[in-house]
């Protein structure tokens, strides 16, 4: 799918709009090498106004040797002859108005074509993943974590992520962004027949950090007209063009959340150092179990895994039956940067929680860990990031 470059997203959302469905957004060629290096089908790279032009010209001399399959689109805000000269040099394809929206889309048209030429009409479906993060408990962390997994997944755009918040009467994965949504899941009702990538793509908000969010209706009573078959119809269909669909749950087995488990890659059960927690959370897993949902594909979130609680996370294990994938401590930082809307893996990436919930998001994308920044004085925390496995 085609990817927009360019440090400022007002421009990236603009040029969006002349992407076809499915397109990307990302701020630097930094975080495009790591795009490209996780999507080997792109076809398109645009590059937008923003960009130094030294810097984008450069960017099109490697991938003109590097990738020669993608075209490269220049979108610049003036254009002269010698522009048009270095670029084409360059390996450029096209160079295009920023604000002609049709010439941008015709250009985007020219790549897709040239793409179908070389590699033929056939390709096989996209199927990103669908993570559920789920607690029978209330006020565990459960948008806490969706948020901050959502981002640590999306790698600063190196992979399209959507975060869809399932809590349909009191969602506030929103407002944990920041972000004023013109549309919501609401105005999918009744779409559970007919829904596709074109109805679904204006009914999302971009956050800045390139992740996509399908918000919660504003009204509580909405939640009623929304079926399980349109939440299944909906995840369906994201996940035919975002790499990873993070879903955010609200803390009861409604219908909803039950749709949404059953389209589930990988559930995050999220719990706490406490005994009625734990009992609720180990009766959700048996639950899970009858209704054999994501059998082996189970993360155990710790969250306020504080040691002077008396149940350690050896106990947790034994009781749930079920590995620590990860563990959060308790930080006023948290709830600071909830309380900021900026969530911590943005505003302090090298924090323990950071670096826990990073390592989540590499579990599940099959990677190594990714490690937090050395020398911060806060790896010192005891328990964020530890890993333990059941003995037996
Ligand atoms: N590890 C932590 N340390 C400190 N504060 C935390 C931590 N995890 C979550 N919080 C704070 O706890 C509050 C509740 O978190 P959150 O809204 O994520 O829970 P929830 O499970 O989604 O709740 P609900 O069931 O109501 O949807 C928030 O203010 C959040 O900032
Ligand atoms: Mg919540």
Request: proline residues 6%; contains cysteine; charged residues 20%.
């Amino acid at each position: 799918m085609p990817v927009v470059v360019d440090p400022d997203p007002a421009a990236v959302g603009n040029l969006l709009e002349a992407m076809p469905d499915g397109a990307h957004g990302i701020d630097s060629p930094d975080r495009l090498t790591a795009w490209l290096g996780e999507h080997t089908d792109e076809y398109l790279v645009l590059l937008g106004p923003h960009l130094d032009l030294d810097l984008a010209l450069a960017t099109c001399e490697t991938l003109r040797t590097g990738r020669p399959t993608i075209s490269v689109v220049l979108a610049r805000d003036s254009i002269d002859a010698g522009l048009l000269a270095r670029a084409m040099k360059a390996g450029a394809r096209d160079v295009v108005p920023d604000d002609d929206l049709d010439a941008v889309a015709a250009a985007a048209n020219r790549a897709h074509q040239l793409h179908v030429a070389l590699r033929g009409p056939v390709g096989v479906a996209h199927r990103g993943k669908v993570v559920t993060v789920f607690s029978p408990k209330g006020g565990v962390g459960k948008t806490t974590m969706a948020v901050n997994l959502a981002l640590s997944l999306a790698d600063r755009g190196a992979r399209r992520v959507c975060l869809v918040d399932l809590d349909l009467a009191f969602g506030d994965v929103a407002i944990t962004l920041q972000l004023f949504p013109s549309h919501t899941i609401e105005h999918a009702v009744g779409a559970e027949d007919t829904l596709d990538a074109s109805m679904v793509g204006p009914l999302l908000t971009r956050h800045q950090e390139s992740v996509m969010v399908l918000a919660a209706p504003s009204q509580p009573d909405v939640r009623e007209r929304i079926t399980p078959g349109l939440v299944a119809r909906v995840l369906a269909t994201l996940r035919e063009t975002f790499d990873w669909v993070v879903v955010d749950t609200a803390p009861a087995f409604d219908e909803p959340t039950l749709a949404a488990l059953d389209e589930t890659d990988e559930c995050v059960v999220v719990a706490t150092l406490d005994v009625p927690t734990l009992k609720n959370v180990r009766v959700a897993l048996e639950t899970l179990d009858v209704l054999g949902i994501a059998r082996g594909h189970r993360h155990l979130l710790l969250n306020r895994a504080d040691e002077a609680v008396g149940i350690g996370p050896e106990k947790v294990e034994a009781i749930l039956g079920l590995a620590v994938a990860t563990q959060v401590a308790t930080s006023v930082d948290i709830a600071a940067a909830t309380n900021a809307g900026t969530p911590i893996v943005c505003g302090k990436p090298d924090h323990p929680s950071s670096a826990a919930i990073r390592d989540l998001a590499a579990q599940l994308a099959g990677q190594p860990a990714v490690p937090a920044g050395a020398g911060s004085e806060e790896q010192a925390a005891p328990v964020a990031g530890r890993r333990f496995r059941i003995r037996r």
